[in-house]
T-cell receptor, first 114, second 113 residues
């Protein structure tokens, strides 16, 4: 059973608000990822991290930012939310030592910006 | 990473085997075939992966053709809980690098009662 958590599960906010989506894993994984998925559409990688103090942008451009100050924690921040940010955000992690590089996903945060 | 082609949707009767095909004709020798599934409103879940040999685990079997240009995921006795979008992903696996997953559109499998 994967131990990766995301909060909140659902968030409805107004335009212009600053929000932080939390992601934590208790498996000691070095690698963490953020994906964005619109309803019924494909998942797209927006951020990833090799380890502490390492962050990279993914395939899909995003106005969000991430930080990796601790191994277990990979929060995603939107400084000023807009309706175009409405989507589901999925966090994942994997073990750098695992040759199979299996990714474990959290339950996701469904964000609605009004 | 090589691209994959999957049918957009499939139906399967409960209790019967579900066979989900995937084409990956441009796969290279060091690329693995991975399968994930995503049940509605949840995060994707790893199912199985393989390089060239057929693989089986408690969830499914993976059959890879000899030329490795296509594969089939088999759920031997589909249940209603197997209704999900199934993603076939082909990628290089290398330790020490952040090999993110590139998801396509997948196959929506609907298991019918």
């Amino acid at each position: 059973e994967a131990d990766i958590y995301q909060t909140p599960r659902y968030l409805v906010i107004g335009t212009g608000k600053k929000i932080t989506l939390e992601c934590s894993q208790t498996m000691g994984h070095d690698k963490m990822y953020w994906y964005q998925q619109d309803p019924g559409m494909e998942l797209h990688l927006i951020h990833y991290s090799y380890g502490v103090n390492s962050t990279e942008k993914g395939d899909l451009s995003s106005e969000s930012t991430v930080s990796r100050i601790r191994t277990e924690h990979f929060p995603l921040t939107l400084e000023s939310a807009r309706p175009s940010h409405t989507s589901q955000y999925l966090c994942a992690s994997s073990d750098a030592r695992d040759i199979n590089n299996e990714q474990f996903f959290g339950p996701g945060t469904r964000l609605t910006v009004l | 990473d090589a691209k994959t082609t999957q049918p957009p949707s499939m139906d399967c009767a409960e209790g019967r085997a579900a066979n989900l095909p995937c084409n990956h004709s441009t796969i290279s020798g060091n690329e693995y075939v991975y399968w994930y599934r995503q049940i509605h409103s949840q995060g994707p879940q790893y199912i199985i992966h393989g390089l060239k040999n057929n693989e089986t685990n408690e969830m499914a079997s993976l059959i890879i053709t000899e030329d490795r240009k296509s594969s089939t995921l088999i759920l031997p006795h589909a249940t209603l809980r197997d209704t999900a979008v199934y993603y076939c992903i082909v990628r290089v696996v290398a330790s020490g690098s952040a090999r993110q997953l590139t998801f396509g559109s997948g196959t929506q499998l609907t298991v019918l009662p």
